[in-house]
């Protein structure tokens, strides 16, 4: 066995046990127990994820990886309680999600959850702020404190006061992902699950975005992104390998910081080439 193929076989078992050194104290948010999604069309079956358990720590930056069609945004759908499982088990902050029936959900996804997609969504015909409050104030928070956190959350993604009145048109496309980001994060979800937040973006525009979400994970926000960008990729502490409907594997990269520059890239860069990608 190779060294790599025996790291590959070593973050295979930690995906399902990812209790490591220095992390015993680490508190789960999330866990799978054989959790399976399968689609019917045309009178055939497709297996998309196999039995899988997942262990999300709180504060992980999780990045889900995997070829094209491998399953990444099943995965991320059925974690965050958007879609259901065929079968298995989703136990989110000591919920268990097949429990509830779709109106709890609903409000589960809303009181604990943040969504952050390619597309980004924002209501064409209200200003950033309404963007941000609309979602804030679903939740029944008081006005002036979820309008305090909307402008201290836009100041922070870089969004100044000139910008809160502006409509999403007026809005540059890193603008409106970062208001997409806060508009996530107004409600303090337990975890903010991301699908290709920087797909439509170009690399420099990406960057701002991803130093956001970088800025928000350090202060120990817990993100669960699926992405098939590498630069993307290794912003996160943990990468899981999506494959054949299995974790295939998982590497832990640890708190990114920019000064590892290619070694960083090299050890993810080697773990991809271990997985097949
Ligand atoms: N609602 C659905 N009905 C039937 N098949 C589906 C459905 N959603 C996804 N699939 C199939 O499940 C497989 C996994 O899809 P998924 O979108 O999760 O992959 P992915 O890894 O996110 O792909 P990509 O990187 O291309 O976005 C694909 O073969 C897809 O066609």
Known sequence: MTELAQEASRTRMRAANPVEKGQAARKTVLTTAKLCKTFSAGGTQQHVLKNLDIEIGSGDFTIIMGSSGSGKSTLLYALSGMDKPTLGEISFMGKELSQ??????????RDHCGFVFQQIYLLDTMSVLDN???????RNSGRKAVAARAKE?????????????????QLSGGEAQR???????????????????TGALNSSTSRGVLDVLTGFHREGQSIVMVTHDVKTALRGNRVLYLRDGIIHGELLLGLYREEEGRERLNRLNAFLESMGW
Do not use: C, H, M, Y
């Open 100 to 109: 509830l029936s779709a109106d709890q959900l609903a409000v589960f996804r």
């Open 132 to 138: 941000v409050l609309a979602s804030g104030l679903l």
């Open 153 to 169: 959350l836009l100041l922070r993604v870089g969004l100044g006061e000139g910008d809160w009145g502006k409509f999403p048109s």
């Open 179 to 197: 208001t997409g980001i806060v508009r996530a994060l107004i409600n303090q979800p337990a975890v903010l699950f991301a699908d290709e937040p």
